[in-house]
Nanobody, 115 residues
Framework: QVQLVESGGGLVQPGGSLRLSCVAS????????VGWYRQAPGNQRELVAT???????NSAGSLKGRFTISRDNAKNTVYLQMSSLKPEDTAVYYC?????????WGQGTQVTVSS
């Protein structure tokens, strides 16, 4: 059974930082490409950052320089380091792993940026 468990969300003040984690089980994690997505109320889910099985990472244009994705295959874990957080970063953040034809999602973790 495949499981993705996100953690690290919470309430943070504008300008603050958070690190999200997503631990995968039930798959050969190192073979999968991984992404973080987010969805704010009333909005579509959007891509935040991706990291390939080869370790090549990319962040959405508007988030570059603030959000960094990384992975530790030995721990079956992907991270999202978020800094200089803004109220508009408030959303549920989801972890996704995919390798054709497989595609799995976590349950999400809430990030709220507010003073």
């Amino acid at each position: 059974q495949v499981q993705l468990v996100e953690s690290g969300g919470g309430l943070v003040q504008p300008g603050g930082s958070l690190r999200l984690s997503c631990v995968a089980s039930g798959i050969a994690f190192w073979m999968y490409d991984v992404g973080w997505y987010r969805q704010a109320p009333g909005n579509q889910r959007e891509l935040v950052a991706t990291i390939s099985s080869a370790g090549i990472s990319n962040s959405a244009g508007s988030l570059k320089g603030r959000f960094t994705i990384s992975r530790d295959n030995a721990k079956n874990t992907v991270y999202l380091q978020m800094s200089s957080l803004k109220p508009e970063d408030t959303a549920v953040y989801y972890c996704n792993v995919h390798r054709r034809p497989y595609d799995y999602w976590g349950q999400g973790t809430q990030v709220t940026v507010s003073s």
